[in-house]
């Protein structure tokens, strides 16, 4: 099933049942008003609208209306955790390699995770609120999970079946905060603002052959300003799977329901299929000319990411995005 959120009902949104076509959709007010309802009983929850998207998709669900992607805010539009991982090597050993730095063993057994920007999610129209372009603002296109509660210490088995939700995100990232912070030794802070989510998150059973070792197979597509940017494939080069990733956050902590885990910015080791990131493209640009070409992102600029099916058909629906300066 697909579920989505809409704007109207309070910060946390009214939580939808959406259309496999993304046509249509549905209030599930009577099963959980809001998307972390649903997953604080999950068990009991999801095979209610189970049902309810069953009937959906069969055209008899009363009360559906015409999906306006415009209308939805972030499916999660505020969650207990977000935490991000950099689980694709090929852009860890670039980003390294163009700076003179070796790759740390340990990045090859133990996942580079960081706490991310959780209070609250763009939806996938939002504009992108920067106050300054010389933050060098980029897009992170990825992939992220939502589990319900994961018990401490929980296994990468255990924490398989810990995975509810599937979806994308778009990682904000300022990257002309990033190096001042970072000397600090204290992580991200100013240069992660909010991210935005993709319109609908999907139970894994959604995706077919594509999930598959707890990893989604398929290309993640973006585009700027219209311009195809990256079809880089989601499955190739991802060092450790959402399982594991998970695991590692759940080590010395239980994960609350409604936690998300992102896989990091999709790369491949084929620079062919194009970047998902611009400090990605700008850091492939250096090795092969000596410095970047590709500027970072300016007020006016549009982004779009979306993954499809082999069919062509939107999974998530597409985040569409433009940068936008800070109103005063």
């Given at each position: 099933?697909?579920?989505?959120?809409?704007?109207?009902?309070?910060?946390?949104?009214?939580l939808?049942?959406?259309?496999?076509?993304?046509?249509?959709?549905?209030?599930?007010?009577?099963?959980?008003?809001?998307?972390?309802?649903?997953?604080?009983?999950?068990?009991?929850?999801?095979?209610?609208?189970?049902a309810?998207?069953g009937?959906?998709?069969?055209?008899?669900?009363?009360?559906?209306?015409?999906?306006?992607?415009?209308?939805?805010?972030?499916?999660?539009?505020?969650?207990?955790?977000?935490?991000?991982?950099?689980?694709?090597?090929?852009?860890?050993?670039?980003v390294?390699?163009?700076?003179?730095?070796?790759?740390?063993?340990?990045?090859?057994?133990?996942?580079?995770m960081?706490?991310?920007?959780?209070?609250?999610?763009?939806?996938?129209?939002?504009?992108?609120?920067?106050?300054?372009?010389?933050?060098g603002?980029?897009?992170?296109?990825?992939?992220?999970?939502?589990?319900?509660?994961?018990?401490?210490?929980?296994?990468p088995?255990?924490?398989a079946?810990?995975?509810q939700?599937?979806?994308?995100?778009?990682?904000?990232?300022?990257?002309?905060?990033?190096?001042?912070?970072?000397?600090?030794?204290?992580?991200?802070?100013?240069?992660?603002?909010?991210?935005?989510?993709?319109?609908?998150?999907?139970?894994?059973?959604?995706?077919?052959?594509?999930?598959?070792?707890?990893?989604?197979?398929?290309?993640?597509?973006?585009?700027?300003?219209?311009?195809?940017?990256?079809?880089?494939?989601?499955?190739?080069?991802?060092?450790?799977?959402?399982?594991?990733?998970v695991?590692?956050?759940?080590?010395?902590?239980?994960l609350?329901?409604?936690?998300i885990?992102?896989?990091?910015?999709?790369?491949?080791?084929?620079?062919?299929?194009?970047?998902?990131?611009?400090?990605?493209?700008?850091?492939?640009?250096?090795?092969?000319?000596?410095?970047?070409g590709?500027?970072?992102?300016?007020?006016?600029d549009?982004?779009?990411?979306?993954?499809?099916?082999?069919?062509?058909?939107?999974?998530?629906?597409?985040?569409?995005?433009?940068?936008?300066?800070?109103?005063?």
């Amino acid at each position: 099933m697909k579920l989505g959120s809409l704007k109207e009902g309070g910060r946390d949104g009214t939580l939808i049942v959406v259309s496999r076509d993304l046509g249509t959709a549905v209030k599930a007010s009577g099963i959980a008003a809001t998307m972390q309802a649903a997953l604080d009983d999950w068990s009991n929850v999801a095979p209610r609208l189970n049902a309810l998207s069953g009937e959906l998709n069969a055209g008899k669900a009363a009360g559906a209306f015409a999906l306006d992607m415009t209308a939805l805010a972030s499916p999660l539009p505020r969650a207990y955790e977000f935490v991000d991982g950099s689980a694709y090597l090929p852009h860890v050993e670039r980003v390294r390699k163009a700076r003179g730095a070796e790759v740390p063993a340990s990045f090859y057994t133990d996942p580079l995770m960081y706490q991310a920007t959780s209070a609250g999610f763009l939806g996938p129209r939002d504009e992108v609120v920067v106050p300054s372009e010389d933050y060098g603002i980029d897009l992170e296109a990825e992939v992220v999970v939502v589990t319900d509660d994961v018990p401490m210490a929980a296994t990468p088995a255990e924490a398989a079946e810990h995975i509810q939700l599937v979806g994308l995100v778009n990682d904000v990232s300022l990257r002309g905060l990033i190096p001042g912070e970072l000397a600090k030794g204290f992580g991200f802070l100013q240069s992660k603002p909010r991210s935005a989510l993709s319109p609908v998150l999907v139970t894994p059973d959604e995706l077919g052959e594509a999930w598959q070792g707890e990893k989604l197979h398929l290309p993640m597509r973006t585009w700027l300003n219209g311009q195809w940017f990256g079809a880089a494939e989601c499955g190739v080069d991802m060092q450790f799977s959402f399982a594991q990733l998970v695991a590692h956050v759940a080590k010395t902590r239980p994960l609350t329901a409604g936690t998300i885990v992102g896989s990091g910015t999709i790369a491949n080791q084929d620079t062919s299929l194009g970047a998902s990131c611009l400090a990605e493209q700008r850091t492939v640009e250096t090795l092969r000319d000596g410095k970047p070409g590709t500027p970072f992102l300016k007020y006016g600029d549009t982004l779009r990411i979306e993954i499809t099916d082999k069919a062509g058909a939107s999974i998530f629906g597409a985040i569409e995005q433009r940068i936008a300066p800070l109103a005063r």
